[in-house]
């Protein structure tokens, strides 16, 4: 025990005793590294085992790839191209009353059919979302007739018509029923008429007017789907039991447009005709 407190050796005690000193910071030194080893260790293994099985990073939402048409602006009863059916597009200008142009069945359309009055007929133009071109069928099909309250009808032209442009109008059919039926849509059966606005209420014209070709057309309207018939009217006047009609036709201004349907509510609509 003496010559732990006093070094025996040649040198001087002190440097016996500095190098003690250096050998105990090292073996303290290597404690701690031990010890920090074992318990970095430790926590690991901790780390480890608390995760869930099969946790990885998260998955990156990939997104879907953004609309490349149009936005939807169109107002009920907005004009429709007619190649294009069963889309919902539309430039939104239309103005329509009734129910919707809901479903998408029905085949393509027969050309139409000068009318005497100053319109032209047929079963041509679909425009709507969903609706197609009413399919015409001869009046000897086996079709039944559409039944009352079987058709849901509405009525829709654009907003306005500039000069030279001669309006159109669209009879919707709904058929809401679960049996394919056919209607008849002749200028006599389906009938519009068109006074003006904030006058006397005075017809300007209808189609029932001496038309060119009264009969009937029957369009074959799809249980569940919806069918259109277009009606397009050249501005000129009519007058009821094939009388001479005035020369003049109809000038700048606001106009009604009615429709009519054996059995179905009366479908309105407003329009204009622009000046020069």
């Not at 025996?8 to 010890?35: K, N, Q």
């Not at 294009?84 to 027969?110: F, I, L, R």
């Not at 904030?198 to 009969?215: E, F, I, M, T, Y």
């Not at 094939?242 to 509510?265: I, N």
Request: glycine share 18%.
């Amino acid at each position: 025990m003496g010559s732990l407190r006093n070094p025996i050796g040649p040198l001087p005690s002190t440097i016996y005793w500095r190098r003690r000193a250096v050998a105990a910071t090292l073996v303290a030194l290597l404690a701690l590294l031990i010890v920090w080893a074992v318990t970095a260790g430790g926590s690991k293994g901790n780390t480890d085992d608390s995760r869930h099985g099969g946790s990885g990073p998260a998955r990156s939402i990939t997104p879907g790839p953004s609309p490349s048409g149009p936005a939807i602006s169109q107002q009920p009863g907005g004009r429709d191209e007619s190649d294009d059916s069963d889309s919902g597009g539309g430039d939104g200008s239309g103005t329509g009353a009734g129910s919707d142009g809901g479903a998408s069945d029905g085949g393509g359309g027969d050309g139409g059919t000068d009318a005497g009055n100053g319109s032209d007929t047929g079963a041509g133009g679909a425009s709507g979302s969903g609706a197609t071109t009413g399919e015409q069928v001869p009046a000897g099909s086996p079709l039944p007739d559409c039944v009352a309250g079987a058709l849901q009808l509405s009525l829709s032209t654009e907003l306005s018509y500039g000069p030279g442009e001669k309006p159109e109008f669209r009879l919707i059919a709904k058929n809401t029923s679960a049996t394919t039926c056919k209607a008849d849509f002749g200028p006599k059966r389906a009938v519009l008429t068109i006074t003006e606005a904030g006058g006397d209420d005075s017809q300007v014209w209808s189609s029932k007017d001496c038309p060119r070709n009264a009969g009937s057309l029957l369009l074959k309207v799809p249980a569940g789907s919806t069918v259109v018939h277009t009606v397009e009217w050249d501005r000129k006047k009519s007058v009821p039991q094939c009388a001479t009609p005035p020369a003049a036709t109809a000038g700048p201004g606001t106009y009604l447009v009615e429709a009519k349907a054996p059995g179905e509510p009366v479908q309105r609509a407003s329009f204009v005709l622009a000046k020069d």
